[in-house]
C-alpha cells in the first residue's frame, strides 16, 4: 500500500485548522488531535522515566571517575552528575559553548547523567562533530514548525556539511511554496526563543509504535532502522521524533536561525515513491555569526557557477531534461579542454581508453551488487520485445542505464584470458553515466542526473596494491595543482552493509593507510562510510569561498573481481594451478598417479585428470582453460621410458622429458621466483 493512501485515512480532524491561510500569519493554531496525543503519551512515558532514573540514582548510589580534557581526575555521582555539571565547574563560558559531551568516545547529551567511570571531553560549534550535533537539533526545530503551522507528517531530519535540512509529507496535492518560508522561519525563531528543553527517553518497539501510529514514515523508519529491543526519542516542546541524538541542552542555545530553500524530494519505499517537501536552512549560536554567514553567502552566490555559466554563455539546465547541462560553445571549448588534459594525463600513467555501453541487462547489476544496494538510484526500463505480438513468449530483460562503469569494464578485462604480465590493467572511461537523483538534490554542475567523469580502474595483483594507490595520489595532487584546487583526504572504512569477510576489510583498509600516510597530506579518518563493496580513499576539495566539496575517490574493490569471476595467468610460483598430470587412456592411469605423488612430494601443486570419458584433446583444452601452468601428458612411450610430454598453459608444446628432470627444473623456477617460467623451462 503506497504511503499516500495510508496517509489518507490518518487522524488527522485538525489538519485543515492548523494549515496556512495567509503568508503574513505567524500564530500557531490549535494543533491536531494526533499531534496531542502522541505529546500526551511521551508525557507519561517521560514521568515513568524520571521516576525510574530516580530509583536508579539511589539504589546504585556510587562514585565514579571522570577524566577531563587535559588529564584532570574529578569524581562524579553515577546516575546523577551530568556533563553539563562538571562544564560548569570547570567554567562558565565552556558550560555556555558546549553544545554535547564526548563520553568513552561516544557522542553524549549534557544533560544525560554519567553512568560510569568515563573519559570525557566537550564539544562546541567551533569543531565538525559540534557543528553535526548543532545543527541536527535545528532541524528539529524545522520539524516542530512544520507541524504545528502546516499540520506536516515528518519523515526525516538529518544535518548536513554546511546546515540541516527536513523532509515532511503535505498530501498528494499540497505543496510549500516559497513565500510560505518567512512564516515558517518566523515560527521556528518563537520556537528557539522559548529555550525549550530537548528530553532523551529510551522505549520500546511497541512504545515507539504507538507514539508514532498515525507517521507511515516513522513506522517505515522503524521497520527498516530498529533491530533491537528498544530505540531513543527526544521531546522539545510539542515535538516527538525517532532520534539516536545527541542534541543540545534547550532550543535557547541556538541564537541565529535561516531558512534557506524549499524544493520537492522523493521519500523511496516498497511500494510507489512518495513526494515530500524538503526545506533547507542554517542556524549559529549567535545572530551575529548568522549575519556574518549571510555576507559571505552574498559573496558566494556571486561565484555561483551556475549564474557565471549562465552570464557568460557556457551552459544551462532545461526543465525539459532535468539534471542533464545543455553545454553551449564556449562551454564545450571548456569542457574539451579539460578532457584533452586529463586524457594526456592519463596516457602519461599508463592508462589505456575505452569506451563501453551505455545500456545493460540488469543481470549484470545483480552480478557485481549495485542492484541489491543502488537500484533506487538506477533508471530502469522495460523493452520492447516478443511479448507485445506474442504475450505467451518469454519477457526480455530489464535495462538499466548504467550509473557507473566498473561493471562493464569487468567484462572487458574477462572477455578474454589474462595474463600476469598485462597487470596492472588501467582502463579509462569518459562514457555517460546516469543516476536517478532525487529532484530536491540536484545542483548545477556538481549533482546531476546525466553526467560524464574521468572515471577508471585498475586491475592489478595484491602485491601492486600499494604502488598502484600511491600512484593514484599522486595522479590527483598532480591535477589538483594544476587548476588550482586545495583538498583534504579521508580514509572510509567498512560501513554496517558491507559485502565480504572482515579480514579482507581488515587488510584493505591497512593498505590504504599506509598509502596515506606515505603521500605525506593531511588526512582524517571517517569509519563506517566505505562502499558496501571496499573502503576508500574521500577527497573534498576547497573551492574559491573554501567550501568543501566531495570530488574524487580511490575505492579499493575486492568484491567485484569475486563476483565477476575475474582472473590471470600467474607465474609458476604464485599459481594454485601448477601442473595437471593427463594420461593417454586407462592403461597409463598408474604411472600417471605415480608421477602426481613424486610432484606433490617435491612440493608442486598437482593433479591427476584421468577422465576417460573425454577425449585427450578435450582434457588438454580444460586444463589450459583453468590456467595450469604446465601439462604433464603419458602415454605407453612415457611410461615405459619414465618420461612425461610437457605442455604449456599457451599450448607451447616442449616436449618428452625425463620425469625426475622436470621435477628439479620446477623446483629451481618455483624457488628462484622467475615471473615467465613456460617460456625458459
Known amino acids: 500500500m503506497g504511503l499516500y493512501q495510508r496517509w489518507r485515512r490518518l487522524r488527522l480532524a485538525g489538519l485543515q485548522a492548523c494549515a496556512l491561510h495567509t503568508v503574513r500569519e505567524a500564530a500557531v493554531s490549535t494543533p491536531p488531535q494526533w499531534l496531542v496525543e502522541r505529546l500526551g503519551l511521551f508525557e507519561e512515558l517521560w514521568a515513568a522515566h524520571v521516576k525510574r532514573l530516580k530509583s536508579m540514582a539511589q539504589k546504585e548510589h556510587r562514585t565514579i571517575k571522570i577524566t577531563l580534557p587535559g588529564g584532570q581526575k574529578v569524581e562524579a555521582v553515577a546516575w546523577n552528575t551530568t556533563p553539563y555539571q562538571l562544564a560548569k565547574q570547570i567554567s562558565s563560558t565552556l558550560a555556555d559553548t558546549a553544545v554535547a559531551a564526548q563520553v568513552n568516545g561516544e557522542t553524549y547529551d549534557l544533560e ?41 507528517v515528518l519523515c526525516r531530519g538529518p544535518s548536513t556539511e554546511c546546515g540541516f535540512y527536513h523532509d515532511f509529507f503535505l498530501g498528494k496535492e499540497r505543496t510549500l511554496r516559497g513565500s510560505e518560508l518567512p512564516v515558517l522561519e518566523r515560527i521556528c525563531q518563537e520556537l528557539t526563543a522559548a529555550a525549550q528543553p530537548f528530553r532523551r527517553l529510551e522505549v520500546s518497539q ?35 521524533d525517532l532520534c539516536r541524538g545527541p542534541h543540545l541542552r ?4 541556538i541564537g541565529g536561525l535561516k531558512l534557506l530553500t524549499n524544493s520537492s524530494s522523493v521519500w523511496r519505499s516498497p511500494g510507489a515513491p512518495e513526494t515530500v517537501q524538503r526545506v533547507s536552512g542554517i542556524s549559529f549560536p549567535t545572530a551575529k555569526e548568522l549575519k556574518a554567514w549571510e555576507e ?32 553551449l560553445p564556449r562551454g564545450t571549448r571548456v569542457y574539451n579542454a579539460l578532457v584533452t588534459f586529463i586524457r594526456a594525463e592519463y596516457t602519461r600513467r599508463g592508462f589505456s581508453e575505452v569506451k563501453t555501453p ?95 567523469q574521468d572515471d577508471a580502474h585498475i586491475f592489478c595483483a595484491p602485491d601492486q596494491l600499494e604502488a598502484e594507490i600511491r600512484g593514484c595520489l599522486d595522479f590527483l595532487r598532480s591535477v589538483y595543482a594544476v587548476l588550482g584546487f586545495s583538498f583534504r583526504l579521508a580514509l572510509s572504512t567498512r560501513p554496517s552493509g558491507f559485502l565480504g569477510e572482515p579480514c579482507l576489510w581488515d587488510q584493505a583498509e591497512q593498505v590504504l593507510q599506509r598509502a596515506l600516510e606515505e603521500f605525506g597530506e593531511p588526512w582524517d579518518l571517517n569509519p563506517g562510510d566505505g562502499a558496501f563493496y571496499g573502503p576508500k580513499i574521500d577527497v573534498r576539495l576547497h573551492d574559491a569561498l573554501g567550501r568543501p566539496h566531495q570530488c574524487g575517490t580511490i575505492q579499493l574493490d575486492f568484491q567485484l573481481p569475486l563476483r565477476f569471476d575475474l582472473q590471470y595467468k600467474g607465474p609458476l610460483w604464485l599459481s594454485p594451478f601448477q601442473v595437471v598430470v593427463i594420461p593417454v587412456g586407462p592403461e597409463q592411469e598408474a604411472y600417471a598417479r605415480e608421477a602426481q605423488q613424486g610432484l606433490r612430494a617435491a612440493g608442486l601443486v598437482c593433479d591427476l585428470d584421468a577422465d576417460s570419458t573425454l577425449t585427450l584433446s578435450r582434457r588438454v583444452r580444460r586444463a589450459q582453460l583453468a590456467n595450469y601452468n604446465f601439462q604433464f601428458v603419458v602415454g605407453q612411450r612415457e611410461q615405459s621410458k619414465k618420461t612425461v610430454n610437457i605442455r604449456t598453459r599457451d599450448n607451447r608444446r616442449l616436449g618428452e622429458r625425463d620425469l625426475t628432470e622436470a621435477v628439479r627444473r620446477l623446483l629451481e623456477l618455483q624457488n628462484s621466483r622467475v615471473p615467465d617460467a613456460e617460456e625458459i623451462f
Not at 562546541?124 to 504545528?148: I, M, N, P, R, Y
Not at 557556457?314 to 539534471?323: D, I, N, R, V
Request: glycine share 8%.
Open 112 to 152: 544525560r547523567p554519567l553512568e560510569t567511570d568515563s573519559d570525557l571531553r566537550f564539544l562546541t560549534f567551533d569543531s565538525t562533530e559540534g557543528k553535526a550535533v548543532f545543527w541536527h537539533s535545528s532541524t528539529h526545530v524545522l520539524g516542530a514548525a512544520a507541524e504545528q503551522l502546516l499540520g506536516a
Open 206 to 240: 511497541d512504545q515507539l509504535r504507538q507514539l508514532f501510529k498515525d507517521n507511515p514514515f516513522k513506522l517505515r523508519l522503524i521497520e527498516e532502522k530498529v533491530t533491537g529491543p528498544t530505540a531513543t526519542v527526544y521531546g522539545c516542546g510539542m515535538l516527538v
Open 358 to 452: 551505455t545500456l545493460f541487462s540488469t543481470k549484470l547489476w545483480k552480478v557485481s551488487g549495485h542492484w541489491e544496494h543502488y537500484q533506487e538510484d538506477m533508471f530502469a526500463l522495460q523493452p520492447p520485445g516478443p511479448q507485445r505480438d506474442h504475450p505467451t513468449s518469454h519477457p526480455t530483460d530489464t535495462l538499466a542505464l548504467k550509473p557507473m562503469n566498473c561493471p562493464a569494464h569487468c567484462l572487458m578485462f574477462a572477455h578474454r584470458p589474462r595474463s600476469w604480465r598485462e597487470l596492472p590493467l588501467r582502463l579509462a572511461d569518459f562514457g555517460v553515466l546516469h543516476r536517478a537523483e532525487a529532484s530536491g538534490s540536484l545542483g548545477g554542475l556538481t549533482r546531476l542526473r546525466c553526467f560524464q
Open 250 to 253: 534547550h532550543t535557547g542555545q
Open 296 to 327: 559571505w553567502r552574498e559573496e558566494a552566490e556571486l561565484r555561483d557557477h551556475r549564474r557565471i555559466g549562465k552570464e557568460q554563455e557556457l551552459f544551462f539546465f532545461h526543465e525539459l531534461s532535468p539534471g542533464s547541462c545543455f553545454f
